[in-house]
């Protein structure tokens, strides 16, 4: 079975302060690939990143970050600077064998002037 | 061009009515996808099409027809629908099926009267 947890239900912060949401996955696959999309209020999903399980270089675009540890099971999203449009929901997903996209619940990150 | 779009925007419909949610994209992506969100949660996996052939049905209901006409088109037909399946529904693609990030579209949001 596959499961992703955002421990963090909801984020505030103030515009220019840094901040990283968590994201915690479990799988028995070898060959698995994680995902973070953004999903502002207008409702479209946006993706972000794709990170293979053989792949643990940490990447970098912009003011956003990725960490991934696959020896803590942990693949954390950074956002430098944050800014109002940041404001958005964010999702972790991890794709294993079965092919599915398993979901964590979300971060509601508020970014406020 | 990472463009997936879906129409309509909005449908409002009564139990008996009978309506199509239509989905395009022009990526040459061989896979396809319906999700189905609910508020504050993450997206549902509904179907998936892989080659213009189902793939997979995540046991959803009969009243939910899926349809992929050819390899850009994906249509969702709906009949005899209950309040309970008011969401946005969302389109995806992707280039294949294993391993490869998703574009969403915008989404329908369906009220069901």
């Known amino acids: 079975a596959q499961k992703v947890t955002q421990a963090q239900t909801e984020i505030s912060v103030v515009e220019k302060e840094d901040v990283t949401l968590d994201c915690v996955y479990e799988?028995?696959?070898?060959?698995?690939?994680l995902f973070w999309y953004k999903q502002p209020p207008s409702g479209e999903l946006v993706f972000l990143i794709r990170?293979?399980?053989?792949?643990?270089q940490n990447e970098i675009s912009g003011r956003y970050s990725w960490n991934f540890q696959k020896s803590t099971s942990s693949f954390n999203f950074t956002i430098t600077a944050s800014q109002v449009v940041d404001s958005a929901v964010y999702f972790c997903?991890?794709?294993?064998?079965?092919?599915?996209?398993?979901f964590g619940k979300g971060t509601l990150l508020t970014v406020n002037p | 061009d990472t463009e997936v779009t879906q129409t309509p925007k909005h449908l409002v419909m009564g139990m008996t009515n009978k309506k199509s949610l239509k989905c395009e994209q022009h990526?040459?992506?061989?896979?396809m996808y319906w999700y189905k969100q609910k508020a504050k949660k993450p997206p549902e996996l509904m179907f998936v099409?892989?080659?213009?052939?189902?793939?997979i049905n995540e046991s959803v209901p009969s009243r939910f027809s899926p349809e992929c006409p050819n390899s850009s088109l994906l249509n969702l037909h709906l009949h005899a629908l209950q309040p309970e399946d008011s969401a946005l529904y969302l389109c995806?693609?992707?280039?294949?099926?294993?391993?490869?990030?998703?574009?969403f579209g915008p989404g329908t949001r369906l009220t069901v009267t």
């Open positions: 997903a991890l794709m294993g064998s079965n092919y599915k996209l398993t």
């Open positions: 990526m040459g992506h061989r896979a």
């Open positions: 990170r293979n399980s053989f792949d643990e």
């Open positions: 099409y892989s080659y213009e052939k189902l793939s």
């Open positions: 995806a693609s992707s280039q294949e099926l294993v391993g490869n990030e998703q574009y």
């Open positions: 799988t028995r696959d070898t060959t698995y690939y």
